[in-house]
């Protein structure tokens, strides 16, 4: 009986000990194959595919054989060609519905990303930030190269939503009230809100501004998920002191969701007569820009101006005055979205998918005061 060529078998578990301990140089000018590995390792092709893709077919003896001899032949994997033959990218990707350099600006999203970033590191996975491409967030949806996704800024309702279920796309949705069969995470939003607006409303002051980041929609009647939540919250602590959203001396602005945003907003206060005694804004970032631009005119934080933030930033406690804010789990949140997700792509669903929601806490600090008789 002829005995059979060991680099032919499929699955080859064996090894050609002629070959196993003989060293083996480099391949310049041209690119190394798979052909090359098994040659040289004296198994099959098959053999070489498994040691990258599926390891457990294979014995650890062999696969460290395998991958060894690759290394000293200088083989790189081609990634497009192994996620097509695995099916997978090994990348989580978190959609924003702004560009990247909003996104990096402001350190609420670095908090999150660290808690995202910290199971990735445990699943020897990497993070993709999927912001719009060309202006279109759906295009880009359409467009990213990952396993699941944590969907950030949107309503369940939204389109980005539609096309990762048209692409079968595990996701997560962070702040938004998700339907029963898509998992979420959120924080106590009407929570925050109420607590923030009382603390205001408790150190006397009644001509207040509630700054919010934009909403895309500029009424607060169409405000929905975190928005509609958080005013929700401020309604509910003016109406205890009989004023409402609509009264005089209670002002809304929208503006963009950084220290920009904030110093624009304190001007328009400043043209206000008379002038707001606190400013209650959604963001920290957005309150850190009302500071400094009150700092800038003169305009003393808190004897002049209360200042009340939402989201308790590490930086928060840094600032001068310290930040009064509401404290949420943000690193938390992104670490349980990315948990989840990661039970996801494990085939560990629940029935009833998990719908998490986080506590938060009111932070006072130094830049609440009483208001001025």
Known sequence: MTKPNIAAVDSSDHVDESVRHKRRR??????????DIAQHAGVSKTAVSFAFNKPGRL???TVRHILEVARELGYTPNPVARSLNTRRTHALGVIVPQDIPNVLGNPFFAEL???????????????????????SLVEATYAALVDGCIVTGLNADDQVVQALRMRRIPFVMLDADAPDDVASVQIEDYRGAYLAMKHVLDLGHRNIAIVSFQSFTGRIEDYTGTLQHRFAGYRAALEEVGVSLRSPHIHVFECSCDI??????????MKLHPSPTAVVALSDVIAFGVIEAARDAGVRVPNELTVVGFDDIEASHLLRPALTTVRQPTCEKGRRAAELLIQMLRGEERATPHHIMLPVALIVRESSARAAR
């Open 26 to 35: 480099p391949i310049h000018g041209r690119k190394v194959t798979i052909s």
């Open 59 to 61: 014995s650890a003896e």
């Open 113 to 135: 990303l660290r808690g995202i970033g910290e199971v990735c590191k445990a699943e020897a996975m990497s993070l993709v930030i999927v912001p719009p491409m060309r202006g």
């Open 260 to 269: 920009t945003g904030g110093k624009r907003i304190f001007q328009l206060l």
